[in-house]
């Protein structure tokens, strides 16, 4: 049997999800003899070279560039996977939803306290940039999810279980300590 | 004397003592009905749903619906389960509830029933309202985010005298909970602590006591909320 692709990415995320992945120790020897990473910061592929069978999404979409990746890897996997609280439900980025984006950068940018040397009063708005989204999206409410795999970060044992569980076509092992929120 | 009464819950035959609500009759015979805003030794007030049985082919709330001879309870069918799950979603959607940067997370049992219906995506979209956080009274911390509006702390917390500390504000989508500026600016060390300890999630939170408990030892991190009485 070939191995089955698996890529990975960060959208508004803060990597906790993929260093939850690397916390299943020395399973990860198990884990490469399993599948083959394409497009992941774990192996720094940058670009999809093929289809793959399974993509892992940490992070919800706050910006162009996130719809931009989710896109992608909607077209290039043949199953996504929103990988904790971020992706599923925004996570902390999404707590400024709900604010106004105008309120947002001006906090950031101009009033915050922290703010120091901006005289000019420059909020960012290069064309390089990605456009900040006006809130924080779920991945599910941008593409189609077909798993969802809860946590901040889920449990390095909740992504192991479902992994196999993708890869064998077994039963996927939900015992009730690795289903969590936090 | 009481008397006591034969009725089925799930074709499993029960005894409780008559005229006593379905859900503390459940838990005599080891039966777990999830209850939400519930809370025992007051009155019921059957708000969310999450209680929801058939009796004799009917929904009730298990936590308002007296228990009487030869009832007929459905409580852990899937159609039920499904409801139930449904309305914890519903919570889940139509707040702020961030789990990761909560409190009560491990202790709140709002995130228990999730867990326990695996909840691991609301079926509805998230509302994202914008709400506020009231820390002006100087012993409760206030967060609207995450606020059921259960009526737990209206109903269960009055001061000696019998009078409300807290109360509700507005209507429909626009309704909060308030706590009386001057009742709640006197309130005892005991009362407050009561408060946050009946708030189910954490929109009720005392002061300078957070993150007492490490993960993996909070109330709901290892045993799922109901085992108490399934281990009757």
Redesign the interface.
């Given at each position: 049997m070939s191995k089955k692709i698996v890529a990975t990415t960060s959208l508004a995320g803060c990597f906790g999800c993929h260093m939850s992945l690397l916390d299943i120790d020395e399973k990860i020897l198990d884990l490469i003899e399993l599948v083959e990473f394409n497009k992941s910061p774990i192996d720094d592929i940058k670009v999809f070279t093929k289809q793959c069978d399974i993509g892992l999404i940490e992070g919800g979409c706050c910006n162009s560039e996130n719809i931009h990746v989710l896109k992608d890897f909607r077209k290039h996997c043949n199953i996504l996977v929103?990988v904790g609280?971020c992706a599923?439900?925004?996570?902390?980025p999404?707590?400024r939803?709900?604010?106004p984006i105008k309120e947002c950068l001006d906090e950031a940018y101009l009033n915050g306290p922290s703010v120091r040397h901006n005289h000019k009063g420059i909020i960012p708005n290069d064309d390089e940039l990605p456009m900040l989204l006006d809130?924080v999206y779920?991945c599910?409410?941008i593409v189609k999810?077909d798993?969802?795999?809860?946590g901040?970060p889920p449990r390095a044992e909740l992504i192991w279980n479902a992994l196999v569980a993708l890869v064998t076509g077994d039963e996927l092992k939900?015992p009730?300590?690795v289903?969590?929120?936090? | 004397m009481s008397t006591l009464v034969n009725f089925k819950i799930d074709g499993v035959d029960c005894l409780a003592e008559a005229g006593i609500y379905l859900v503390e009759a459940a838990a005599e015979n080891g039966i777990y009905i999830p209850t939400l805003c519930n809370i025992q030794g007051v009155k019921p007030r059957g708000a969310c749903r999450i209680c929801t049985v058939m009796v004799n082919g009917r929904p009730m709330t298990a936590c308002t619906t007296p228990v009487t001879m030869g009832m007929e309870i459905q409580n852990d069918t899937p159609e039920i389960n499904d409801i139930r799950k449904a309305i914890i979603e519903v919570l889940?959607v139509e707040g702020?509830h961030?789990?990761?940067?909560?409190e009560k997370?491990?202790c709140c049992e709002l995130?228990a029933l999730?867990?326990r219906f695996?909840v691991?995506?609301?079926r509805f979209?998230?509302l994202?309202?914008?709400?506020e956080v009231d820390a002006s009274n100087p012993k409760i911390i206030k967060d609207h985010n995450r606020c059921i509006l259960c009526k737990r702390c209206i109903r269960a917390i009055k001061t000696e005298d019998g009078k409300n500390i807290f109360a509700y504000k507005k209507r429909g989508i626009e309704l909060e909970i308030i706590i009386d500026p001057e009742l709640g600016g006197k309130i005892t060390d005991e009362l407050a602590q009561k408060s946050v300890d009946i708030c189910p999630v954490g929109a009720l939170l005392p002061r300078e006591k957070a993150y007492q408990v490490p993960?993996g030892r909070r109330k709901y991190?290892?045993?799922?909320i109901g085992i108490e009485d399934e281990k009757k």
């Open positions: 929103s609280e599923i439900m925004g996570g902390l999404a707590l939803n709900g604010i809130r779920p599910h409410e999810i798993y969802y795999l809860p901040c939900l009730y300590e289903v969590k929120f936090d | 889940f702020n961030f789990c990761p940067s909560c997370s491990g995130q999730a867990y695996r691991m995506v609301p979209p998230f994202f309202p914008r709400r993960i991190d290892i045993e799922p």
